[in-house]
């Protein structure tokens, strides 16, 4: 059966944008595995019942507030104990990524997932996407084999290995076709499906590879060198796939666009004190075992047997040897591996009193063609880009923020006027959501859009305090469909999903979550919701290491039945994506960048307007009832003038069709170089400084503000604000 409507995970779904996934739960805590529920109610419950849960991988503890779980489905054999990642949908499937491979799960039911086929094909970490009968699987891990073997690549120079983007043809859904492959140099963490409105021919594939950079022995013309020694070396650039629809198989890079070129290292907060003390002694631990440690930025870490192996068995093969590693070859790894760790993971060694550069990678990129722009989620600098030539995006304005650790991804709202970053802090595997941890490490960073620029407004964490066997920090999530508001629901790894109202940017509120209890009470456990996104009127989570769970929205005093019924019935054909998405009126496809129109009209109660408002606030007289009529949201009409379609509401083929649907999920930043004074004059680094909560130019004096906390210009930022 040929798949006719694709969704995946990240892109701005309808624009999608993410949605919190961790929504407090109600009621008292119980001894069961069964969920401890609330009613609904206008106050989060209290004591939080998401604090005590009792842990258990299949039979952990559950506590849920203002959702419904539809249905818990654990993994297929092949994939059980084996990392779930993130998610795509096409027709009434979810195809859910995998260390292993992926699997394909027919959700007609939700109630009742069934599997459709296990593709076992090993790579980390496997992100996936869909176009029409395109499937596509990220690989970056030095293990993944191009005939999607097991046993996997243990040279350190292979013509076996895969590191890049995989392409299927899913045309029978249940029988995958494994078609071709696009090698990069620093294989594939994240990618984002992009469709250029000018190009039918083709699709697009931005390409976030955050490993580091192969040998050019293995993929020739791969350079680890700074662009100043080399001009094509693979760092601080991106990959920009071209997909002929017609002859897949023939996929290639079109171009490398430089986008991080003069940023410079960020501030940053360092870790907890807990953090820190905790660090020193297993380093210590481990050294006194005999064990290998790495300092990386000024901080010393573990280096596990696992990464630690296939260098000591390159330094056998280097002498010609054979068998297990000496004591010679274990010390002559210990010499060179200073410099080896320096030239992966920090570039090159730093001159004295240089300036350090920022970020030579991103993470993850969301995409809004409708609007012409991407979020761009790289490690230190949140990023707009402009895509209006999607061959080749630009860099035109950055965000660094001491609070952040690691910016991760990005997700726009409806409309186009908000944008948000979240902090994967500790890199997800870490319990950053204790009640030692600050709220603004490892939450999310709301910002309004406004002539293409970018302005802090707040942040958002889900507070529930976890324990230290739980790893917790924002994560994925998509925009639930509900016109004129913007609410969300996120994954926060094992502190659940979240769902919170940022309509108002300022003063975002946690409405609804689910949680269990963690998978190991006495250890750290492989488990938590990697993404969950909405699709057709649930909400699919990718289960690390329990599955597929399915909830639904409950109404609430957040939310009416009636915008339930809203959102359920607009009908997607692609989640998070640039494609398409099939209206719930006439039946008709909306064109990329418009969304269907709800075919329940919207009634809200007269004063809340989908807001929520600080307790006690009091609503100005233009506000009253502005929302109750039910209209529709009209903000595509702005977006499409934007984009240059000059129809207005309800004229055209599309009459069916509001608002424009982001697309893109965060992976990486685009953008070839532009004026650096153009470009200094869009960096905004925050400042945390007594007194003071000022974003600063680099080099610059604060952003509105009198008085000046930032740091005085050095020689790189001279022209800042010129």
Request: glycine share 10%; aromatic share 6%.
């Amino acid at each position: 059966m040929a798949p006719t409507h694709q969704v995946r995970r990240r892109t701005a779904l309808l624009p999608l944008a993410l949605a919190l996934g961790s929504l407090a739960l109600a009621g008292c805590s119980s001894s069961t595995p069964a969920a401890a529920s609330a009613g609904a109610s206008a106050v989060a419950p209290k004591p939080d019942p998401r604090v005590g849960l009792k842990a258990g991988l299949m039979n952990a503890q559950e506590a849920v507030w203002n959702l419904r779980v539809v249905s818990k489905t654990p993994p297929s054999e092949k994939f059980m104990g084996s990392t779930n990642s993130d998610l795509a949908f096409s027709q009434h499937y979810a195809i859910q990524g995998n260390y292993n491979g992926y699997q394909v799960w027919d959700i007609s039911n939700p109630a009742k997932p069934v599997l459709a086929v296990g593709y076992f094909c090993p790579a980390s970490q496997s992100d996936v996407s869909v176009y029409k009968n395109l499937l596509f699987v990220s690989g970056e891990g030095t293990s993944g084999r191009l005939d999607c073997g097991a046993e996997g690549v243990k040279d350190t120079v292979s013509m076996e290995r895969l590191r890049g983007i995989r392409i299927f043809d899913i045309t029978d859904i249940k029988a995958p076709k494994y078609i071709g492959n696009v090698q990069t140099c620093r294989g594939s963490h994240t990618h984002t499906v992009v469709e250029d409105p000018k190009d039918p021919a083709n699709i697009y594939i931005y390409v976030s590879g955050s490993a580091g950079v192969r040998s050019p022995s293995e993929m020739p013309g791969c350079s680890k060198l700074a662009p100043d020694q080399d001009p094509n070396s693979a760092r601080f650039r991106i990959e920009v796939i071209q997909v002929p629809l017609a002859n897949p198989a023939a996929a290639h890079i079109i171009t490398s666009p430089r986008i991080f070129n003069d940023l410079v290292a960020p501030p940053r907060h360092g870790e907890s004190p807990e953090d820190i003390a905790a660090a020193a002694k297993a380093a210590a631990d481990w050294r006194a075992k005999g064990g290998y440690t790495a300092t990386i930025n000024g901080e010393e870490f573990v280096l596990p047997s696992r990464f630690v192996d296939p260098m000591l068995d390159s330094v056998v093969k280097a002498r010609n040897g054979t068998g297990a590693p000496t004591a010679a070859d274990s010390a002559a790894l210990r010499t060179a591996l200073p410099a080896m760790l320096q030239a992966r993971f920090g570039g090159p060694p730093q001159t004295p009193g240089a300036v350090r550069p920022g970020p030579d990678q991103c993470h993850d990129i969301t995409v809004y063609p409708a609007i012409g722009l991407a979020g761009g989620a790289c490690g230190g600098y949140g990023l707009l880009l402009d895509i209006s030539d999607v061959a080749n995006p630009k860099r035109i304005g950055a965000a660094a923020d001491s609070n952040f650790s690691y910016w991760h991804s990005a997700t726009f709202n409806n409309d186009g006027t908000k944008i948000l970053f979240s902090d994967e802090w500790g890199g997800g595997g870490q319990p950053k959501c204790r009640i030692t941890d600050k709220p603004e490490w490892g939450a999310d960073a709301i910002f309004t859009l406004a002539n293409k620029t970018m302005t802090f407004r707040s942040y958002y964490k889900m507070m529930a305090p976890q324990t230290v066997n739980e790893n917790c920090v924002a994560h994925n999530g998509s925009l639930i469909p509900i016109p004129g508001r913007d609410v969300m629901i996120q994954s926060w790894y094992q502190g659940g999903v979240s769902v919170f109202d940022w309509t108002d940017a300022a003063h975002p509120k946690e409405i609804a979550f689910h949680d269990r209890g963690p998978v190991d009470s006495t250890t750290m456990g492989n488990g938590g919701s990697w993404s969950v996104y909405w699709y057709n009127g649930v909400m699919v989570s990718s289960e690390i290491g329990r599955g597929l769970d399915i909830f639904e929205l409950t109404p609430s005093a957040f939310i009416s039945q009636n915008e339930i019924d809203a959102a359920k019935s607009v009908h997607l054909g692609v989640l998070q994506r640039p494609e398409p998405a099939e209206a719930g009126l006439a039946g008709e496809l909306c064109p990329v960048g418009r969304l269907p129109r709800p075919a329940v009209p919207v009634e809200r109660p007269v004063g809340r307007q989908g807001v929520v408002r600080p307790e006690g606030a009091r609503e100005g007289p233009e506000e009253v009832g502005k929302h109750a009529a039910g209209r529709p949201d009209q903000a595509g009409h702005a977006a499409r003038r934007r984009s240059g379609d000059r129809r207005g509401p309800g004229q055209g083929a599309d009459a069916g069709c509001v608002g424009p649907a982001a697309g893109g999920r965060a992976v990486l930043i685009l953008g070839q170089p532009i004026d650096r004074r153009t470009r200094m004059k869009n960096v905004m680094v925050r400042q945390n400084v007594p007194g003071h909560d000022a974003w600063c130019p680099l080099g610059g004096p604060p952003y509105n503000s009198p008085a000046s906390p930032c740091p005085s210009p050095g020689p790189r930022d001279s022209t800042a604000g010129a």
